[in-house]
């Protein structure tokens, strides 16, 4: 059975930082894209990073420059380290995994308030 557990959301002030982890099991993790989502209230669910290997990310541009997506094969995990974080980036972040199957996880929620 496929799992994505995500984790490291919370509450953060403007500006500041969190660590999102999303661990993966039930699958082979080198076959996945993996890709980090979010959904704020009200709004749809959005692409926000994938990575496809250690040399190979992508970023909306909303996020270019403040967020770093990154993995660990051994621990069948994938990061989403964010930085100067905004009110606007207030949402469930979703870990997915797409390969012959897409996979989501539970979510992890974020928000940037003072």
């Known amino acids: 059975q496929v799992q994505l557990v995500e984790s490291g959301g919370g509450l953060v002030q403007p500006g500041g930082s969190l660590r999102l982890s999303c661990v993966a099991s039930?699958?082979?993790?080198?076959?996945?894209?993996m890709r980090w989502y979010r959904q704020a209230p009200g709004k749809e669910r959005e692409w926000v990073a994938t990575?496809?290997?250690?040399?190979?990310?992508g970023y909306a541009d909303f996020v270019k420059g403040r967020f770093t997506i990154s993995s660990e094969s051994t621990k069948n995990t994938v990061y989403l380290q964010m930085t100067s974080l905004k009110p606007e980036d207030t949402a469930m972040y979703y870990c997915?995994?797409?390969?012959?199957?897409?996979?989501w996880g539970q979510g992890t929620q974020v928000t940037v308030s003072s």
């Open positions: 997915n995994a797409f390969g012959v199957q897409t996979y």
């Open positions: 039930g699958l082979r993790f080198s076959r996945y894209t």
């Open positions: 990575i496809t290997g250690p040399d190979n990310t």
